[in-house]
Every structure is written in structure tokens, then in C-alpha cells.
């Protein structure tokens, strides 16, 4: 697999719709910092195209108010609600230690005691309780869930693109294997 560049987008907020009549526009961070959200320079669309340059922003009650440079009425930001707005990874600051970015999780090789990969990270999912690595267990019917803890995660390599997880089986259930002969993925 090929390493995966800076240039790629993240998203990084959503779009809520118009704030009253006067171009302004709602926006919610993802960000850890909120407001760090708009030191990234231009918001993109999901195809990195510029969406939305912040003039200047206001704190709301669950989100900020922008002032945007973009022209648009009220009618056209409503429309666009809902609408994820997105930044290249190179603009993100650099994780520190011990943090990460889920997006660099995403791809990376599951080992669980040897030295071939026993499944791949599918992404990183929080239902409420904290974060959980969805692993695809090579030869699994479908994915597991592992808690992202220090305890059940005691290595993430990211220059290495690995994880291990001491022992993979505490997460799986029996039946979860694929049918012999059955090769899809």
C-alpha cells in the first residue's frame, strides 16, 4: 500500500446553514481547538474546491459565526447545511505524542502476536463510550471492535503503519470466520 500524502483532505467541520440575513454563515468545528479551525486558511469541499474563507468568526452556542468572503444569500447557505468542509492534511498541525489523527489510523497493518499482519484498521468509530478501532481480521466474516486504550493498544507505529494488539482473539467471536472456500473480501 502506498504511503498516503499531505495533501489528502480531512474534514475538519460541517456547514449549519445561514445566520440571519446579512451573508453570514454557521459553522461547527471538529477540531480539538474549535477555533483553531479557521487559522487553516480556505475551507474546501469534499472536492477541494474553496467553500468557505473565513473573514472573521464569533463563538455561537454549539458553533461558530463566520463572516465569510464568499458571497452567497441565505437561501444558498441554507442549501448547503449538512455540508462537510474539509482542509489538506499538510495544513493540520503535527500530532503530538501520544495523539493522533484518525485519518492516519485508518490503513494501518493489525499485528497480534507474529510477524505477519493478522487484519488492517478500518477506521475509528465513538458510539458514545469513548474510541474503538474497527479491525478487518484477515479471514473474518466481519469487522471487530477494539477499544482504543493503552491497555488494548499498547503500540501505534504510525512511520511504520502498524498496531498491535496483544491478544486479537479477546475481541473476536467464533463464529465471525469465513465459510471454507469463501474468498471474498
Request: aromatic share 2%; charged share 25%.
Given at each position: 500500500?502506498?504511503?498516503?500524502?499531505?495533501?489528502?483532505?480531512?474534514?475538519?467541520?460541517?456547514?449549519?446553514g445561514a445566520?440571519?440575513?446579512?451573508g453570514e454563515v454557521r459553522v461547527k468545528s471538529y477540531t480539538a481547538d474549535p477555533e483553531a479551525l479557521f487559522t487553516y486558511g480556505p475551507l474546501?469541499?469534499?472536492?477541494?474546491?474553496?467553500?468557505?474563507?473565513?473573514?472573521?468568526?464569533?463563538p455561537g452556542k454549539d458553533h461558530f459565526i463566520v463572516r465569510p468572503k464568499e458571497s452567497l444569500q441565505k437561501e444558498e447557505w441554507d442549501a448547503l447545511r449538512g455540508k462537510l468542509i474539509y482542509v489538506p492534511r499538510a495544513r493540520l498541525p503535527a500530532a503530538q505524542e501520544d495523539e493522533f489523527y484518525i485519518e492516519d489510523l485508518a490503513?494501518?497493518?493489525?499485528?497480534?502476536?507474529?510477524?505477519?499482519?493478522?487484519?488492517?484498521?478500518?477506521?475509528?468509530q465513538n458510539f458514545g463510550?469513548?474510541?474503538?478501532?474497527?479491525?478487518?481480521?484477515?479471514?473474518?466474516?466481519?469487522?471487530i471492535f477494539v477499544p482504543f486504550t493503552l491497555a488494548d493498544v499498547p503500540v501505534v507505529d504510525i512511520a511504520a503503519r502498524r498496531v498491535v494488539i496483544p491478544?486479537?482473539?479477546?475481541?473476536?467471536?467464533?463464529?465471525?470466520?469465513k465459510p471454507a472456500g469463501d474468498t471474498g473480501q
Open positions: 500500500m502506498a504511503a498516503k500524502t499531505d495533501d489528502r483532505l480531512i474534514a475538519v467541520g460541517v456547514l449549519k445566520h440571519g440575513v446579512r474546501l469541499d469534499e472536492a477541494g474546491s474553496v467553500l468557505l474563507t473565513p473573514k472573521s468568526a464569533r490503513g494501518l497493518d493489525v499485528y497480534s502476536g507474529g510477524d505477519s499482519p493478522a487484519g488492517r484498521v478500518h477506521s475509528v463510550s469513548g474510541d474503538l478501532l474497527e479491525i478487518e481480521v484477515r479471514g473474518a466474516a466481519s469487522t491478544d486479537l482473539s479477546l475481541w473476536s467471536d467464533p463464529g465471525n470466520e
